[in-house]
């Protein structure tokens, strides 16, 4: 039960299976709750974002379930600035589950100075510089870009 639904994204589960199944079910859903793209397509495990993929089209769609096999959530695709995770558990035969922790996602960037390159600004960054090998290979193509003085680079 979502007791904020003006808050809360719609998410649907989509069962594992066949693609085309799966193609399909996604397609009457968005059909019938008027979902157009972009929406996200995550797997139905907490992984810290492992699997989250923002869809902008149907080949997209195709490309993702032919990656992905595990059950998935379909939810509609919000550009909110702030969002939430709540961590909640049940256990088998529990009729109640519990609500482990709340945190506030604050998602990873840096900001330019009109001089440092992506790769300068994510080595002097105290957070990026931890997982600095994963954000380069995801920029590999804009790492050697000056951004402009006060502009933020999101690379999340």
Do not use: N
């Amino acid at each position: 039960m979502t007791t904020s639904p003006e808050l809360t994204a719609e998410a649907f589960l989509i069962e594992a299976g066949c693609a085309a199944i799966r193609l399909a079910r996604i397609s009457e859903l968005c059909l019938q709750h008027e979902i157009g793209m972009p929406f996200v397509l995550k797997p139905d495990i907490a992984q810290r974002g492992a699997g989250f993929k923002k869809i902008q089209s149907v080949e997209e769609v195709r490309e993702y379930l032919s990656r992905v096999s595990a059950p998935l959530i379909l939810q509609r695709y919000t550009a909110a600035p702030y969002e939430a995770g709540i961590f909640y558990y049940r256990f088998p035969g529990e009729p109640k589950g519990h609500i482990l922790g709340i945190t506030q996602k604050v998602f990873p960037c840096v900001t330019g100075d009109g001089i440092r390159t992506i790769r300068e600004l994510i080595e002097a960054d105290s957070r990026a510089r931890l997982i600095a090998h994963t954000y380069l290979k995801r920029f590999s193509v804009q790492t050697e870009r000056v951004i402009a003085r006060g502009e933020r680079f999101r690379l999340v």
